[in-house]
């Protein structure tokens, strides 16, 4: 059975066990926010679905709107071809000098640390990214060994997939490899898994080494809508900021999901009262299979402006977009200065 295939067009019996698994996967968790009838719209995927118990447990029943239900289901959207949209939208193999290893930016390399994700984001710019080979211990020596000889690097951004994906054990090692680097001052991590799954976020004996170590660590979570906010997130925050984290937020702008100055103003609050900063507001990654997620630029820009007139500056994140080949974030002013919007 081909892949990508809707799962009305499709019999159970012919599916290979992956599929199957998905399948099943996509029946339960339909049936349990009382969905059932969304199966006709979806299809198993390449790219498969994955939601976390938590994270499930914060979708509202019955809402087929639901803006977090909508960022994880695999719909038949998904399936259209769009010419603009590709598998490597910011040019990650580009700057790939070294297996899990990708060098943008001046003075930061960015370290693949696992190829895993707690959780599937339809709209994800890595999902056709080709992991293999791109992570394990022998790919993490050459990369250390890269970050060694050049002097100029001061920033590690661990990212992936998703490094809280790894063990608890694993990321220690891995910290602590960084850690020995003498010219490198900050360690940055990128993570979903503190929102969605807060109880498998690291907390334990990674969390004592963050305490003692004299790298600034910084923990760059990815939330899009506050329902995604919950006591055990506020709790785990906490215990960040206590052992000295500094504690960011990135969001992307998603169509029908968080597009509205009411949904990023209540956004913005939600972090800042669990100890969050608001940092960057993404404008969306053209990947192949998400062009349903996007907002015209204009109407971002329209958006951003009456969220800094509702909040103040040090809530307001840096509304940004990624462009392959660039050495930085492009504020999104600066395209539309460019592009006459």
């Not at 499709?10 to 009382?34: C, G, P, R, T, V």
């Not at 943008?104 to 190829?115: E, T």
């Not at 020995?180 to 929102?195: A, F, W």
């Amino acid at each position: 059975m081909r892949s990508n295939a809707k799962v009305s067009s499709i019999s159970f019996d012919l599916l290979n066990s992956s599929q199957k698994k998905q399948a099943k996967q996509l029946h339960h968790l339909l049936a349990e926010i009382q969905l059932p009838e969304l199966e006709n719209d979806c299809h198993l995927s390449e790219f498969p679905l994955k939601v976390p118990k938590h994270f499930a447990k914060q979708i509202q029943l019955k809402n087929p709107t639901d803006p977090l239900l909508r960022q994880i289901l695999p719909v038949n959207q998904e399936l259209e071809t769009n010419e603009h949209y590709k598998k490597d939208p910011v040019g990650d193999l580009d700057k790939n000098p070294l297996p899990s290893l990708i060098h943008k930016y001046y003075g930061r390399v960015l370290l693949i640390a696992s190829p895993k994700c707690d959780i599937h984001c339809r709209y994800c710019f890595r999902r056709h990214f080709p992991y293999e080979n791109q992570s394990n211990n022998r790919a993490w020596h050459q990369a250390i060994e890269y970050i060694q000889a050049d002097d100029s690097i001061h920033e590690v951004i661990l990212s992936g997939g998703d490094p809280m994906s790894l063990s608890e054990n694993v990321l220690l090692k891995l910290s602590q490899k960084i850690e020995s680097i003498q010219h490198v001052k900050t360690l940055r991590i990128h993570s979903r898994t503190p929102v969605v799954s807060p109880t498998d976020a690291a907390q334990k004996e990674w969390l004592e080494w963050a305490k003692t170590t004299a790298l600034n660590i910084v923990l760059v979570v990815h939330c899009n809508h506050s329902n995604e906010l919950s006591t055990q997130t506020h709790e785990l925050f906490k215990r960040y900021q206590q052992a000295g984290l500094h504690l960011l937020n990135q969001t992307v702008l998603l169509r029908s999901i968080n597009d509205s100055v009411d949904v990023l103003e209540k956004l913005s609050h939600a972090l800042f009262a669990q100890s969050v900063m608001p940092y960057y507001l993404h404008q969306l990654d053209k990947v192949q299979g998400a062009a349903h997620f996007q907002v015209a630029d204009q109407d971002a820009l329209i958006l951003h402006q009456a969220l800094r007139e509702r909040l103040p500056g040090y809530l307001v994140p840096k509304l940004v977009q990624e462009v392959a080949g660039e050495p930085f974030k492009t504020p999104l002013y600066e395209l539309a200065d460019e592009n006459g919007i």
